[in-house]
């Protein structure tokens, strides 16, 4: 009734390659099901961040410059918002407070707030880019500087922040989220090697991009 | 309360939360549709039916013997059921315990599913023990404490009663009880982990049940790791459940969706698909360990061994890989098409543990007999009734406005 085939030693030695060959196809089978989907796949070129820039989750960045920190709106939301008709910039000598209110960007008709990223006071603020707001997609972590903040205690905020290879995974993590809401008409668009669209949150939701903004600006 | 709440009179009442806003006439006009007629016609049939068995016996309607002791009532009914209500317990668990808030939108969903599939799990028992006035024995007068279906018998009771209270907010939001409400919120972690926790326990002792049966399941299903697959392949019925349950309630109610709460139904349910065909996958090794671990490869080359396969490669690792396809391709048909897999994998597999694959030895197999399927298909008939019933009342769907957010 119950042929004995194999011996204790083979059953074992058999399980033991079961195993084993488990772990080994998990990995193949793994990578396939995290495996970088269309929309992941080119978020990198989407979205640029350089090694010397430090981000906040609700998309503005510092750069330590000397003594005191550059700060701007980081390249996801510009280009999230599309072009700014005004930038509201505080008066020098303001307190920020890391996460809270610094300035207001001001884009059809809608405005909305941007959070510091680092605690200190505002010790001069981009004149150029006041006069000529649409200009600093152009360059946002460079001459698309905003205010230039005198940092309380800068390393402790540092600490909050994300640069490099977490910085550049925190882009690509957001603009997957996008790209999860997007219509596949878009999709396509973009997958063809299209620029990025200017303004995505009003071709992604015309009715309610000043929300979808909003949500993102306060980076939860 | 403020003081500025009316006192509802009984008949606004009833015309406001159970007749659905409607004049008692107009109400009953309203039940008038071809779906009706089919449940009604099932019921007609049933119910007589079932009274048929508690007044003379299962032996007058069924084909069960001192051989065949357990039919469908209890594969179906029962090991089938409490496998499929497993949503509840795994959706809980992924939104409360492991923190995947993304997962909200269908948690009250999985939890009427499992609330209501535990219940008629009970009618099934009752259908199939008879004497429903016996059941507290098992607790109370004969406790046999070394019994695995002691521990069924107390882990079906309570978790039956904690699905109660994880479902209750849904009722007392629906009647307007605030304070209790607010209070059911301080309860609800607690619930949930002794929910989770139930769920572990009796999901695999009903695999358990059949550790006992050596000599009537056959060995390719027999297995001393039953209690692990009967308790991984719950989790991949929850799953399934979830998303082919999600899928057809957005279908049949789509009245009942609030058009703000914009809930990514298709990105939800690829949420689920991943985790889906990685547990399917886990779980497909850990049957071939149990195959390996009872050395009887030469079973292999039969009939049933071909049974076995189909069973385990066509309705585990298949759907395992389309639901990786799917969530690849962000493909959210497919993860449906895969969800249907699984659930029907689940559904072969107790039915082979046991009723196919079990007693297979013997000269008298078992076949149902009509009146136990009719009685079965009464059972799911009312459990299809009462979901609609309260889904159409109660805050299930879509948030009651009061509430939005609120544990």
């Known amino acids: 009734m119950n042929p004995e085939t194999l011996t204790p030693h083979a059953i074992k030695g058999i399980e033991y390659l079961l195993a084993i060959s488990y772990l080994a196809l998990f990995i193949p089978f793994w990578r396939f099901l995290n495996g970088a989907t269309p929309a992941q796949a080119f978020a990198f070129s989407w979205f640029a961040v350089p090694d010397d820039v430090h981000l906040h989750r609700g998309h503005s960045w510092a750069k330590t410059l000397g003594g005191a920190v550059m700060v701007g709106l980081d390249d996801f939301g510009h280009k999230l918002i599309g072009p700014l008709d005004e930038v509201k910039l505080p008066a020098v000598g303001t307190a920020v407070r890391q996460g809270q209110k610094a300035f207001t960007v001001v884009a059809d008709g809608e405005s909305f707030d941007v959070v510091s990223p680092v605690d200190g006071n505002v010790v001069a603020v981009n004149e150029v880019a006041r006069a000529h707001a649409a200009d600093a997609v152009r360059d946002p972590y460079g001459t698309g500087w905003l205010v230039k903040v005198e940092p309380r205690w800068l390393t402790a905020n540092l600490k909050n922040l994300l640069s490099g290879d977490s910085a550049r995974r925190f882009l690509d993590a957001a603009a997957g989220a996008l790209a999860g809401r997007m219509s596949p008409e878009l999709g396509v668009v973009l997958q063809d090697g299209g620029a990025p669209v200017h303004g995505i949150a009003r071709e992604i939701e015309p009715d309610r991009w000043a929300e979808l903004v909003r949500q993102a600006l306060k980076g939860a | ?407």
């Open chain 2, 1 to 407: 309360m403020s003081e500025t709440a009316v006192t509802v009179t009984a008949s606004a009442f009833l015309r406001e939360k159970v007749l659905l806003g409607m004049e008692p006439k107009a109400y009953a006009k309203s039940l008038l549709t071809k779906t009706n007629a089919i449940f009604a016609a099932i019921l007609a049939v049933g119910l007589p039916t079932m009274a048929y068995r508690f007044w003379k016996g299962m032996g007058a309607v069924s084909n069960l013997s001192q051989t065949n002791p357990w039919g469908i009532w209890v594969a179906f009914d029962i090991v089938c059921g409490v496998a499929l209500a497993a949503g509840g317990y795994t959706v809980a668990a992924a939104v409360y315990l492991f923190g995947q808030k993304q997962f909200r939108p269908v948690l009250r969903p999985a939890i009427l599913t499992g609330f209501l599939g535990y219940a008629f799990v009970l009618v099934g028992l009752v259908v199939d023990l008879g004497q429903p006035w016996r059941l507290p024995y098992q607790f109370f007068l004969t406790p046999g404490t070394t019994a695995v279906m002691y521990e069924v018998g107390w882990c079906v009771f309570l978790y039956l009663m904690v699905l109660g209270l994880e479902f209750l907010p849904a009722a007392l939001e629906w009647l307007g009880l605030a304070k209790v409400r607010r209070f059911m919120s301080g309860l609800t972690i607690g619930i949930i982990v002794l929910g989770v926790t139930l769920s572990t326990l009796h999901q695999s002792s009903l695999g358990a049940f059949f550790l006992m049966s050596p000599g009537k399941l056959h060995p390719l299903w027999y297995s001393p790791f039953l209690p692990v697959f009967f308790f991984i392949s719950s989790i991949t019925a929850g799953i399934g459940m979830v998303i082919f349950e999600s899928t057809l309630s957005h279908r049949a109610f789509q009245d009942q969706l609030d058009p703000e709460a914009h809930v990514d139904m298709d990105a939800l349910q690829l949420g689920l698909a991943k985790g889906g065909a990685v547990v399917l996958f886990a779980y497909v090794f850990a049957r071939l360990q149990g195959l390996v671990a009872s050395g009887r490869f030469d079973l292999l080359f039969t009939g049933w061994g071909a049974w076995w396969a189909l069973e385990l490669l066509g309705f585990f690792l298949l759907p395992s890989f389309v639901f990786a396809f799917a969530v690849r391709t962000r493909s959210a048909t497919l993860a449906r098409i895969a969800g249907v897999m699984t659930v029907l994998g689940v559904v072969l597999n107790r039915f082979n543990v046991s009723l196919i694959a079990f007693n297979w030895n013997v000269e008298d197999r078992y076949v149902p007999a009509l009146g136990e399927i009719v009685i079965s298909v009464t059972i799911v008939t009312l459990g299809v009734l009462v979901f609609r019933w309260i889904v159409n009342r109660m805050p299930v769907l879509n948030e009651h406005p009061e509430w939005r957010g609120v544990h």
